[in-house]
């Protein structure tokens, strides 16, 4: 067992490291519309790292770009085929998202002037970034923990650290501060101390597993639909509107079930989208639970994080075949991507939410969803 255990420490390690090293090589193009010298400057390549943001790409980007831009004040902002790109969305989650089939280099465009606020919110650079990063953290300490105080007890010393960490790719850094938030690992058999026993003890000491109610995992999906009936998914059309993606936050409560195993991806996934999953099981929502979000605002700016933003779901579907028919949708789950990686359905999904998850601690997962085309109606 002690071998085992360190097999697994070993692989887990790993991981994070590939997960923490992982990269999207970029090649950066300036809008035609800031170009003020001929020839036009070459494009700029670099890595954009995975669980990074593009606005702190920008710094290095201006200086290749500095003797061709017109005078002004900046206003920074990436496309891609025509979509403005949402800056707190990590780097690693916008490329599989958008790019159906991987594209190397990634190519998007880069603005100076014209910055669309009627799509995206304002951001002021690295400042807006680490708000972003932040709050994402204490939404995830809430759902892991019944409340944030872990995160909101931190020292500004250890909270610089920690964001330095996550700015350089810093893994050991990040792991010295990050342990002390007592956010994982998730187990199956993991209990986390509710409210009213935080409350019976009084005290400030962040929460760690004890009794009370299973863990839940802070999971972010991003539903995408292409054309049900392409061969290949290189073929998708490009997602021309941030109104066809739907953008979910919506925690996996862990139970242990008899006859289990152990909790397959796919039999969280089912739980976790049962609007695209068909399954017989019964699903029974909290009155916690929230609606879909449209990924066109950044996260509330909140020192304490409600339950009203961290839905609670009955882990409560069972088994089916590999490849998901939607019930009653007309639309089948053609591909799950996690850091990059197209996951076997069969994976467990502990195992994907302890390694694969990003540095906020939040799991997130790409879906692309085929969409039948809808008949006519009386024979128009």
């Known amino acids: 067992m002690a071998?085992?255990?360190d097999d697994e420490a070993g692989w887990s390690a790993e991981a994070a490291r590939r997960v923490w090293g992982g990269a999207v090589p970029l090649q950066v193009h300036l809008h035609d519309a800031d170009v003020t010298t001929l020839p036009p400057p070459p494009p700029f390549l670099t890595l954009?790292?995975?669980?990074?943001?593009?606005?702190?790409?920008?710094?290095?980007?201006?200086?290749?770009?500095?003797?061709?831009?017109?005078?002004?004040?900046?206003?920074?902002?990436?496309?891609?085929?025509?979509?403005?790109?949402?800056?707190?969305?990590?780097?690693?989650?916008?490329?599989?998202?958008?790019?159906?089939?991987?594209?190397?280099?990634?190519?998007?465009?880069?603005?100076f002037r014209g910055y669309p606020s009627e799509i995206l919110t304002p951001c002021d650079g690295e400042d807006s970034v680490k708000w972003s990063y932040m709050n994402s953290l204490k939404e995830a300490a809430f759902i892991i923990t019944g409340n944030n105080k872990n995160v909101m007890n931190m020292s500004q010393a250890d909270q610089g650290a920690l964001w330095q960490s996550v700015m350089k790719g810093n893994l050991d850094g990040y792991t010295n501060i990050s342990t002390r938030l007592k956010l994982g690992p998730f187990e199956e058999d993991c209990l986390v101390r509710t409210s009213s026993v935080?409350?019976?003890?009084?005290?400030?000491?962040?929460?760690?597993?004890?009794?009370?109610?299973?863990?839940?995992?802070?999971?972010?999906?991003y539903v995408r639909s292409v054309q049900e009936d392409i061969y290949d998914l290189e073929d998708a059309l490009p997602v021309g509107d941030w109104e066809s993606i739907s953008y979910i936050n919506r925690p996996f409560e862990v139970r242990r079930e008899e006859g289990r195993s152990?909790?397959?991806?796919?039999?969280?996934?089912?739980?976790?989208?049962?609007?695209?999953?068909?399954?017989?099981?019964?699903?029974?929502?909290?009155?916690?639970?929230?609606?879909?979000?449209?990924?066109?605002?950044?996260?509330?700016?909140?020192?304490?994080?409600?339950?009203?933003?961290?839905?609670?779901?009955?882990?409560?579907a069972s088994s089916s075949p590999q490849e998901a028919n939607v019930a009653n949708k007309g639309k089948i789950v053609k591909l799950v991507r996690v850091q990059g990686i197209e996951v076997d359905m069969d994976i467990p999904f502990l195992w994907v939410a302890n390694n694969l998850k990003n540095p906020e601690c939040?799991?997130?997962?790409?879906?692309?969803?085929?969409?039948?085309?809808?008949?006519?109606?009386n024979g128009r």
């Not at 935080?198 to 999906?221: A, H, I, M, W």
């Not at 939040?362 to 109606?377: A, D, F, Q, S």
């Open 262 to 316: 152990y909790i397959t991806l796919e039999h969280a996934l089912k739980t976790l989208l049962p609007e695209f999953f068909s399954s017989k099981a019964s699903r029974i929502p909290d009155d916690s639970e929230t609606a879909p979000q449209a990924p066109d605002s950044a996260p509330n700016d909140d020192s304490d994080v409600t339950p009203r933003s961290c839905e609670k779901l009955e882990s409560s």
């Open 48 to 111: 954009g790292p995975r669980i990074g943001y593009l606005p702190l790409l920008v710094p290095i980007i201006k200086a290749h770009f500095s003797s061709t831009l017109p005078p002004g004040i900046d206003t920074v902002w990436f496309e891609y085929k025509g979509l403005p790109l949402k800056w707190y969305i990590p780097i690693g989650v916008l490329y599989d998202l958008l790019c159906a089939d991987p594209e190397r280099p990634w190519n998007l465009t880069v603005h």
């Open 198 to 221: 935080e409350g019976q003890q009084g005290s400030d000491e962040p929460e760690s597993p004890g009794s009370g109610k299973p863990c839940r995992v802070p999971v972010r999906l």
């Open 362 to 377: 939040y799991l997130h997962i790409c879906v692309y969803v085929g969409t039948r085309k809808r008949e006519p109606k």
């Open 3 to 5: 071998a085992q255990r």
